[in-house]
């Protein structure tokens, strides 16, 4: 994978910061998953607003520290 270097103002950077949905998640899987978002705003309106609404509602349990981990779904799971 080829990587490049990108300045950002400050405040956009904090904004970013804001999108992530957890705390090592790259700046790239940030502005990846706002170009998805973007592309299904543009392709399904409807659908977005949804897409968009339950991703707020994640973040805001994740935030909250209501959320299992992956090893705990597989011990629930048996797997």
Do not use: W
Not at 41 to 46: A, F, T
């Amino acid at each position: 994978m080829e990587v490049c270097t990108v300045k950002l103002h400050r405040e956009t950077k904090t904004m970013l910061d804001s999108y992530r949905e957890y705390r090592n998640e790259s700046y790239d899987e940030v502005i990846q998953k706002i170009i998805s978002i973007m592309d299904l705003c543009r392709k399904e309106p409807r659908l977005s607003r949804k897409a968009i609404q339950d991703i707020e509602q994640a973040r805001k349990r994740i935030t909250a520290g209501n959320f299992i981990t992956e090893s705990e779904a597989k011990k629930r799971l048996g797997l």
